[in-house]
């Protein structure tokens, strides 16, 4: 002992100084104590047993346990009491457990000594939570509660951030289930700045799961059977958990039939049987099979199907060319929009069939090696091309509904798969059509007559204008070359003007005929005599001239048209004459 601390021991000692001094005096501020004589003391005592700094961590051991407390032992005069609600991250605390703990005050009001295991754990957590960092140490903590994105977990008395994706490899559904629990983590992230500290639990069990993974991957093999546990269902397939590896069963193969969704074959958790298919070069892509594992449904199909048959099935798919049908589990037929209806005035599939309609049908090809199979509606209806000719002869008028128009002219419906065409030149005997859609529209009635039939080639030409008399008829009578009518002149261009009579009929005049006897030429709109100087009933074209009526020479050059016109039709009538004679003669001969 140094002479000065033996000074200070004989200026103030403790014994005597506790035995005369008075507590009641003191704490009531009777007596005043020096300072100096206090600090005195408290150097005296220091390096006695039992002796201990206040906000000094020690090491304390639990010596009882009560409902509430933990009575802690260390060394001092005085044992100290702890509440249970600082141990609530270690629920399997037991009699001599060592702890730390923080001399909170070496003394109360009431002479007990006052500790503090949380603010110990705090004062030591940094430390701690950095070297576990470091070290890579498993850690225990206390899941207090849940927070947005994860879990608050108590970590060495700091509050943890866990990620809701670090608390296992699986998703998890339900994070209530760890709230109040104890589990082990590992310190994955520290920002100092914020004093902020993220575990993981996940990083535990991966690197479990990494030894057994390299362990399975080793092993696998294409074709290799293996049992696994659905981990995640997406709208495009499955992933299954194998034991520590992922592979991903596409929807196409989960089953032999067509499904919308793999929820309709699996659900989350389910264990099942699934084949390796393939895997890349590193296997951490692995391709998995469900339905590869049952009998493809065409090696089931009745040996007796044949073409010919009719089934029933379900409309499963549907496009614009057709659409498919099931006719039994896996097993598919296509039915083309053409086996749809007899109508050749083809539609979308869409017009005749809905996807999970229930459809009987014909079988038209099957190929069992090719899986593949085509049907037909149409032909569970009698064709109606079967007895066209008594139907619609030729000369007979009917009523039809107008489909379609092209360029050339209009489709029309007589019955379904009965359709002819009406070319542009047999809708009218008086307008001239440049396009059917001037002349009707899509869904018009319209009333025809069969003109030709060729039931070989499935084609018939309509006339819609046969339906009605020919007005070129009376025209021909009254239109004879070099009469006159007054017209007005309705369009005019390079080449002449057309020109319209009172009772609609137009007419047309070339350009040299336009011109006034003053030597001017007519206009749009002017309204004059005009001298026939053509007629055609079978062209229905009628060509006038205004100059004519005053030109004498254009008169002798109509005059001769005239009468070259009525000779031709006096010979023609000639003609038939003679040979009416000459076939009386004959008979008469016989």
Known sequence: ???????????????????????????????????????????????????????????????????????????????????????????????????????????DSSGQLVLSHKKARVIKAWDRVNNAHETGEIVNGFVKCRTRGGMIVDVFGIEAFLPGSQIDVKPIRDYDQYVEKTMEFKVVKINHEFKNVVVSHKALIEADLEDQKREIIGQLEKGQVLEG????????????????VDGLIHITDLSWSRINHPSEVVELDQKLNVVILDFDDNKSRIQLGLKQLSAHPWEALDGGL????????KVVVLADYGAFVE?????????????????????SAQDFVQVGDEVEAQILTLDRDERKM????????????????????????????????????????????????????DLSWTKKVKHPSEFVTVGDKLAVQVLELDVENRKLNLGHKQTQSNPWDAHEAKYAIGSKFEGTITAKNDKGATVTFEDGIEAFAPIRFLEKEDGTKLAKGDTVEFMVTEFSKEYRKIVVSH?????????????????????????????????????????EGK
Do not use: C
Request: without cysteine; hydrophobic residues 35%.
């Open 1 to 107: 002992m140094s002479e000065e601390t033996k000074k200070t021991a004989e200026a103030v000692n403790p014994e005597q100084f506790l035995a005369n001094f008075n507590w009641h005096r003191y704490e009531e501020g009777i007596d005043e104590v020096d300072e100096s004589k206090l600090k005195e003391f408290e150097k005296a005592l220091e390096g006695t047993v039992g002796f201990v700094n206040e906000r000094d961590v020690i090491e304390g051991e639990v010596v009882r346990i009560t409902d509430r407390d933990a009575i802690i032992d260390i060394n001092s005069k005085s044992e100290g009491v702890i509440s249970l609600n600082e141990f609530r991250y270690n629920p399997n605390l037991a009699v001599g457990d060592k702890v730390e703990v923080l001399v909170d005050k070496r003394e």
């Open 229 to 244: 546990v659905v981990k995640n269902v997406t709208s495009y397939g499955v992933f299954v958990d194998l034991g520590g």
């Open 374 to 425: 085509s049907l037909g509606m149409k032909q569970l209806h009698p064709d109606p091309w079967t007895d066209i000719t008594s139907k619609y002869p030729v000369g007979s008028t009917h009523e039809g509904t107008v489909r379609n128009y092209t360029n050339f002219g209009v489709f029309v419906e007589l019955e379904e798969g009965i359709d002819g065409l009406v070319y542009i030149s």
């Open 547 to 587: 100059t004519s009526i005053f030109r004498e020479e254009e008169q002798r050059n109509v005059k001769a048209a005239a009468k070259k016109a009525q000779e031709t039709e006096k010979t023609t009538l000639g003609d038939i004459g003679g040979l009416a004679e000459l076939k009386k003669k004959m008979e």
């Open 327 to 347: 006719v039994e589990d896996g097993v598919e037929g296509l039915i083309h929009v053409s086996e749809m209806s007899w109508s050749t005035h083809l539609r």
């Open 306 to 313: 044949k073409v010919g048959d009719k089934v029933k099935g």
